[in-house]
Structures are given as structure tokens and as C-alpha cells.
């Protein structure tokens, strides 16, 4: 059989991942902006799966190691790698030692490659192959029943990822599309009529594929058109709100001028004021130092008053002792020991309504629901 190399319009990045930015015609892709995700970008000519064509792509690392390059049956969007995605048809190289990626599926391939190197990724759509081919060194097939359907389209994809600090940056230097041509069946008596003929046959046939290759992209470049229409219109909708806001600004800048004068009377003003509030302050910082001087004294006296009432306490008279006075008690043991109970004892003695007469049948359950939960402490207590 013999090939035809078709020239199509060339490939470039049509779609672009979600945080990269696209160069040179679309040709190169660089991602530069800090973020943890991967992004996929895709090429604009589809090919159709269930064509015999042979297709290759050139595509030069110029910078960054994590990198795929493939083909997938997208395009997607989402801060996902394409070749992770299994519910698409995809097939990749993967810089990272070598190994080729599809639909989460990893595997021993190749030689790893970097800034510098040229890969090429060469479709056969005749025999379902995908290889690819590092500085004109063929890594050999890659994948060998490339998944084909009416309703698949295969284009160039790379997936990016930002590591470390470093950028990362592919440009797509040139695709070839190779048709190949039906092999040539000899006949018994073959005359030029019958040859011609075929070779008219065989043309037709290659001009038809061309057409519609033609059209379909043809008709992606007039839905990027439309898109590149409706960016503008946004783009414009958005000068018409700054200029609107422009006109606005300069507006308050005539009568912020006007106003300058009595701006420098407010200034003064201000500065009076300031200078009051800087003295109002200084006094409501003395009177809070004398306040929390006499918050100490009244602090001390309550301690005074609380230690003179235990000291009062009779003790063989406990049995007549309110909620209070049993607390005064507790308070006053062994130099202040259970005050870090205070608050919950002083709490459940009144909750519980627990006065003198009921002390005597108190047990250690009845003082660790007082609240002193000390095993040490609950002991002591209880043997007071």
C-alpha cells in the first residue's frame, strides 16, 4: 500500500486548562501560576477514530518535568489531569520515569525526558497504535488497541502540573497527516481504462476525506470565532463600566477640590480634637490605675472577712450550719486546699439545698458530686 501525506491546517491549542496561559499563536503552553492541580489543554484538529489515518504531532519540553503528553478523546475542563479521567478515551507519556498513563492505569514504557527534549506522538489509526518517539529514538508501541467508535475524536493533549517552582512549558511544533491509500489489486488483464479509473476512484476518495476534514475544522474555527465574538462583547461591556466609573471619579475629584479649603479648617479642627482626646485618655488611664488599686484593697479586705468568718465557725455546731457556711468551711481546710473546687461546690451546695444536719451521712459519692473529683482530695475531705 501507499501513503498520502495530507496537508491540513495546522494544529494548535485550541482549549486551554484552567490556570495556564497559551503563547506563540497558541502554539505553546506555559503554566506558571502557583496551584497544586493538574490542567489539561487539547489541540483543535479531532480526528476521527474510525479513520486509517496515520497522524503526528512534534512537540519540543521547553521547560518543567511534570508533564503528559498524549492523545485524549475530550476536550474537558476541571482542575483534573485528562489522563485520569475514565470516563474518556485517553493515552499518555508521561515525563516522570517514563511511563505511559491512561485513564488512571499506569505502566513501565519509555525513557523519561525533559526541558529540551523533542517527543513525537505518532497515531496509526490503520493498525490502533499509539507510540512515541523522543529525539528521533522510537520508544516503541505504547498502547496497541487504541479504543475506536463513530462517536470518538482523538486530539493532541498535555496535561501539566506546578512542582516545586517550576514552570512548565510545551510548544506543539508541527502535525503531519498521513492517509493511506488501498492497496492496488492486480488484475488479470489490466488495461489503462480500468487504471485510470481507479487512480480517479482513489482521488475522489482522498478529496472527499480532505473536504470533510477541511470542514470540521473550518467549523471549529468559526465556533472559536464566536467565542472570541462573545469575549469581546464582555471585554466591551466592561470599558463601558470603567469609562462610566472614570466619569464618576473625576466628578469627585472637582468637588473634593472645592472643597480643599474647608478641608484644611476640618484638619485643624481634628488636630484639636486629637490633641483632647490624647489628654481625655491620660486621665481615664489614671482613674483605672486607682480603680484597680482599690479593686486590690477590696480584694484583700474579702479575703480578711472570708478567713475571719471560718475562723468563727463553731465547729460543734455544724448541724445548724446553712449552704453558706458549710462552703466557708471547705474553703478554710488545709490552707486553702479545695479552692480550686469554689465555684462548683459553692454551685451544687445550694443546687442540692445540703446543710449542716446532712453531713454527717455523707460519703466520698456525696463529695464528688459537690464537685471535688480529686481522688487525694475527695479522701481528705471526706476524713475532715
Not at 47 to 65: A, L
Not at 140 to 145: E, H, M
Not at 220 to 232: F, G, H, P, T, V
Not at 374 to 380: L, S
Request: glycine share 6%.
Amino acid at each position: 500500500s501507499s501513503c498520502v501525506l495530507i496537508m491540513l491546517p495546522s494544529d494548535y491549542f485550541a482549549f486551554i486548562g484552567h490556570d495556564s496561559i497559551s503563547l506563540n499563536d497558541r502554539k505553546t503552553v506555559n503554566k506558571s501560576i502557583v496551584s497544586e492541580d493538574f490542567n489539561s489543554s487539547y489541540g483543535n484538529n479531532a480526528i476521527p477514530s474510525t479513520s486509517d489515518y496515520i497522524c503526528t504531532w512534534t512537540i519540543k519540553i521547553v521547560s518543567g518535568k511534570s508533564i503528559r503528553l498524549g492523545i485524549a478523546s475530550g476536550p474537558t475542563s476541571g482542575k483534573v489531569s485528562c489522563f485520569d479521567r475514565t470516563t474518556d478515551y485517553n493515552y499518555a507519556y508521561s515525563a516522570y520515569k517514563g511511563e505511559i498513563v491512561s485513564r488512571k492505569w499506569v505502566n513501565k514504557y519509555g525513557a523519561s525526558w525533559g526541558p529540551g527534549d523533542i517527543i513525537k506522538i505518532k497515531l496509526d489509526l490503520s493498525k490502533k497504535h499509539l507510540s512515541f518517539i523522543k529525539n528521533n529514538v522510537d520508544q516503541g508501541v505504547a498502547y496497541s488497541n487504541v479504543a475506536v467508535g463513530d462517536d470518538i475524536k482523538y486530539r493532541v493533549a498535555i496535561s501539566q502540573f506546578y512542582a516545586q517552582g517550576e514552570t512548565c512549558s510545551v510548544s506543539l511544533l508541527n502535525f503531519e497527516q498521513i492517509i493511506p491509500t488501498p492497496p492496488e489489486q492486480k488484475q488479470p488483464e489490466p488495461n489503462n481504462d480500468n487504471t485510470n479509473e481507479l487512480q480517479l476512484k482513489s482521488e475522489i476518495v482522498l478529496l472527499q476525506q480532505t473536504i470533510k476534514q477541511y470542514g470540521e475544522s473550518l467549523q471549529s474555527r468559526q465556533e472559536e470565532i464566536q467565542e472570541l465574538k462573545a469575549i469581546n462583547q464582555s471585554k466591551q461591556e466592561k470599558i463601558d463600566e470603567l469609562t462610566a466609573m472614570n466619569l464618576s471619579l473625576t466628578e469627585q475629584i472637582q468637588s473634593m477640590s472645592k472643597n480643599m479649603m474647608a478641608n484644611d479648617e476640618l484638619k485643624a479642627a481634628n488636630m484639636a480634637l486629637t490633641m483632647k482626646n490624647e489628654k481625655l485618655n491620660m486621665e481615664m488611664e489614671r482613674i483605672e490605675n486607682e480603680q484597680k488599686e482599690k479593686d486590690m484593697i477590696i480584694q484583700g479586705l474579702r479575703q480578711k472577712v472570708s478567713k475571719l468568718e471560718a475562723e468563727s465557725l463553731n465547729l460543734t455546731e455544724y448541724e445548724s450550719w446553712n449552704d453558706e457556711k458549710i462552703f466557708m468551711w471547705i474553703m478554710s481546710l488545709e490552707q486553702g486546699r479545695y479552692k480550686q473546687y469554689g465555684d462548683i461546690v459553692k454551685q451544687n451546695l445550694k443546687l442540692q439545698k445540703i446543710i449542716g444536719e446532712h453531713l454527717k451521712d455523707f460519703d466520698t459519692n456525696d463529695i464528688i458530686q459537690l464537685g471535688v473529683t480529686g481522688f487525694k482530695d475527695k479522701k481528705a475531705l471526706y476524713n475532715s
